[in-house]
């Protein structure tokens, strides 16, 4: 098969995805009206997972580790490639869906129906995979569900996100990694006995003195934050005990166990300074978006010249790589380490960033409802070519194999 697919599947998608325009706006605004943060998102997963029952695909719930995670799929016939979107679907405490998960979840589920209208009519075979992945703003859930075994038989993972103001067929995030660390020491009278206590309190200042050095020492695109929870009760009771978190980012995975590697031994020195012990928990590592070019280079063509977005809407990869950078992370970054994909952000004319009230109301509107429809046809028609066209899949697998041993990791 040659690039590109044909007109009459591009045509199928778009149309299946067509007719379920109000469906689909139905499904993202009782989303978005009811705003769950991470492990409590109960009603998206029933309400997207009993849509997937619906249309008689198999449904498994509470899956991966997480009980509201869930796993759709559908296949025509035997063998063939499989090819998954993630939907996603929490919200922000107190904010509401104020990073747009109710698009993403609408975007995957606009993909699927495109996807599985093509599969029907000319009994492709191969599966398509919905995956529901719940926790990303804080959790990790992609992360948990990682640990757990999800992805692993997937040939492709893809995914849309909004964005204020420009669309983007390359997410281009950092890795980033939160700890906590727990001092314990000794308590004593502060003027009785300082000599009988060890002090967790300056145990904890010398660990957050250590990080402000090396911040100076660190990559341009790496950095290091930290707050100090607790540090004693009184001012006359030595502490025995202290506790901070801290949040560290780098340019990609590699780049952040490096970091980390620097960052232990700050820890135990002020520990062994002050006659304390530690411990550092590590939450859920975020890994970067290994963003796929091959994918992200025919989601570009098919937006611009199958599905009516303006040039100017859309720049160039290469230019997009410069522009587009972004400070934030996002555990769809752990499945491009399993397995090719990317996440491509589409702009829904927010007139603030992610993470705020003016894009909250955004991620409700029409405007942002259609845009996550044209993204989840892109989408479509790119699982539809790695179902179909061998020679396109074989290149997007050689430049994920390629990246993947650049970063040390096959
Ligand atoms: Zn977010
Ligand atoms: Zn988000």
């Given amino acids: 098969m040659k690039d590109g697919l044909p007109s009459n599947i591009v045509k199928t998608?778009?149309?299946?995805?067509?007719?379920?325009?109000?469906?689909?706006?139905?499904?993202?605004?009782?989303?978005?009206?009811?705003?769950?943060?991470?492990?409590?998102?109960?009603?998206?997963?029933?309400?997207?997972?009993?849509?997937?029952?619906?249309?008689?695909?198999?449904?498994?719930?509470?899956v991966y580790g997480i009980e509201t995670a869930f796993e759709a799929r559908f296949s025509v016939r035997e063998g063939g490639r499989t090819v998954c979107y993630n939907a996603e679907y929490d919200a922000l405490p107190g904010i509401g869906h104020a990073c747009g998960h109710n698009l993403i979840a609408t975007s995957t589920l606009a993909s699927a129906i495109g996807v599985a209208a093509v599969m029907q009519e000319k009994q492709i075979p191969g599966?398509?995979?919905?995956?529901?992945?719940?926790?990303?703003?804080?959790?990790?859930?992609k992360w948990i569900m990682a640990n757990h075994g999800a992805w692993k038989d997937c040939d492709v993972c893809l995914m849309t996100h909004g964005m204020s103001s420009f669309s983007t067929p390359l997410f281009i995030s950092k890795a980033s990694w939160k700890f906590r660390a727990?001092?314990?020491?000794?308590?004593?009278?502060?003027?009785?006995?300082?000599?009988?206590?060890?002090?967790?309190?300056?145990?904890?200042?010398?660990?957050?003195n250590g990080l402000a050095l090396l911040r100076q020492h660190i990559g341009k695109d790496e950095s290091i934050q930290g707050v100090i929870l607790e540090a004693?009760?009184?001012?006359?009771?030595?502490?025995?005990?202290?506790?901070?978190?801290?949040s560290i980012r780098a340019k990609n995975s590699k780049g952040l166990y490096a970091l980390k590697e620097r960052i232990v031994p700050i820890f135990e020195g002020a520990a062994a300074a002050t006659g304390c012990t530690v411990e550092v928990f590590w939450d859920a590592l975020y890994e970067d978006v290994l963003s796929n070019r091959t994918l992200a280079e025919r989601y570009r063509s098919y937006m611009l010249t199958?599905?009516?977005?303006?040039?100017?809407?859309?720049?160039?990869?290469?230019?997009?790589?410069?522009?587009?950078?972004?400070?934030?992370?996002?555990?769809?970054?752990?499945?491009?380490?399993?397995?090719?994909?990317?996440?491509a952000l589409?702009?829904?004319?927010?007139?603030?960033m992610p993470h705020t009230p003016?894009?909250?109301?955004?991620?409700?509107?029409?405007?942002?409802?259609?845009?996550?429809?044209?993204?989840?046809?892109?989408?479509?028609?790119?699982?539809?070519?790695?179902?179909l066209n061998d020679a396109f899949y074989q290149s997007v697998r050689a430049e994920w194999e390629s990246s993947m041993k650049e970063a040390g990791r096959l």
């Avoid at 978005?32 to 249309?55: I, Q, R, T, Y």
């Avoid at 599966?127 to 859930?141: D, K, W």
């Avoid at 409700?364 to 989408?379: I, P, S, T």
């Fill in 13 to 62: 998608v778009t149309t299946a995805i067509d007719n379920a325009n109000e469906e689909l706006r139905t499904i993202n605004l009782q989303i978005w009206n009811n705003p769950e943060v991470m492990f409590e998102e109960f009603k998206a997963a029933d309400l997207l997972s009993s849509w997937f029952e619906s249309k008689s695909w198999t449904v498994k719930r509470g």
């Fill in 127 to 141: 599966t398509l995979v919905v995956m529901g992945t719940p926790a990303e703003e804080t959790g990790g859930g």
């Fill in 182 to 208: 727990k001092f314990h020491g000794k308590g004593s009278h502060a003027a009785g006995a300082p000599w009988d206590g060890r002090n967790a309190c300056d145990a904890i200042v010398h660990a957050y």
């Fill in 232 to 246: 004693g009760k009184a001012p006359n009771v030595i502490p025995d005990y202290a506790e901070g978190g801290y």
């Fill in 346 to 352: 589409f702009s829904i004319k927010a007139e603030d």
């Fill in 306 to 343: 199958e599905l009516g977005l303006a040039a100017e809407d859309m720049i160039s990869i290469d230019e997009s790589l410069v522009k587009h950078a972004q400070n934030g992370s996002s555990d769809h970054g752990n499945c491009t380490y399993i397995t090719p994909g990317i996440q």
């Fill in 358 to 387: 003016a894009f909250r109301e955004a991620a409700g509107k029409d405007f942002g409802h259609a845009e996550a429809l044209r993204a989840g046809k892109a989408n479509a028609l790119i699982g539809l070519e790695v179902m």
